[in-house]
């Protein structure tokens, strides 16, 4: 099996199985206004307008590693969501787009023991919460007078020393 960088795939699989798996979404936000950024493409536009909006990225943030047992080696590591308007006003689609990407990540498939784990052995546990929006000078610099809405998602590993670190075995 060739080697696979764990975030990256965690993060694929959001995109693929919670955030594309929802029509709502998918139906609000164009394919050109998803930037995935591990992609050759240009993962989101420099300049945007009312027709790339709105639009969402995810990039990641922060990782702390949160302990270590002689077989294991856990790790926290988050994402930001970020939600782009073209517009001052926060419109019905901001809030809806919230409000679906909260739905998605609540209905995402579960393990039989009921955990949101996206179906990797060494992923524990995924949440997403509100960070709050702001009006960026980033927007700005894209040409657009908008909001950025964030929402955070955190998610749990815990690294097996053999399979994973050493011998690099990822699902």
Sequence with gaps: MAVQDPFEQTIKKIWSE?????????????????AKRWTSEKPRKNRIGSSDAPEI????????RTGRTSSSLMITHGWIIALTTASKDIDKRYTLLIWELLRAFDQAERDSDGQFNLGLDYVQSVEISGVDPSDQDELQQRGASGWTGLLAITVDFAFDLQKHLRDNELE
């Excluded at 955030?19 to 936000?29: A, F, H, L, P, Y």
Aim: aromatic share 8%; net charge negative; no cysteine.
């Design 57 to 64: 990225d995810v990039f990641p943030s922060s990782f702390t």
């Design 18 to 34: 919670v955030i594309e798996k929802n029509s709502e979404i998918t139906d609000m936000v164009k394919v050109g206004n998803r």
